[in-house]
C-alpha cells in the first residue's frame, strides 16, 4: 500500500449559503478565506441580508474584509 491521501482544510474564496438559517445555526465565515465572498441566492436585497446577519458575523465580515454578495431576482428572465 502507499501513502494515504489527506485531506487539508483549506479556506473558500466562495462559500454559497442557501438559508438564513446557516447564519444562526454555526459559523459558516469559518471556512471562508479572508477577503472571501459570501453568496446568498436567497436574499432579496444586501440591505436585507444585512439585516439578518448576527451583529457578531456582521463584525467579522467588517474585519477580515469578506463581500457579500447575492441574486438581483429583477435581472434574472423568468420563465415563458
Known amino acids: 500500500g502507499g501513502a494515504r491521501p489527506c485531506a ?5 474564496k466562495l462559500l454559497v449559503v442557501d438559508s438564513a438559517g446557516l447564519f ?10 479572508d477577503g472571501g465572498v459570501v ?3 436567497f436574499a432579496g436585497s444586501l440591505e ?4 439578518l ?3 457578531k458575523l456582521r ?3 467588517q474585519d477580515r474584509g469578506i463581500r457579500l454578495a447575492g441574486l ?4 434574472v428572465p423568468q420563465p415563458l
Not at 444562526?24 to 478565506?33: E, T, Y
Not at 436585507?48 to 439585516?51: G, I, S
Request: with cysteine; proline share 12%; net charge positive.
Open 24 to 33: 444562526h445555526a454555526g459559523d459558516p465565515l469559518a471556512l471562508v478565506a
Open 8 to 12: 487539508v482544510e483549506t479556506p473558500a
Open 53 to 55: 446577519l448576527p451583529a
Open 39 to 41: 453568496f446568498c441566492p
Open 59 to 61: 463584525r467579522q465580515i
Open 72 to 75: 438581483d431576482r429583477k435581472r
Open 48 to 51: 436585507e441580508l444585512w439585516r
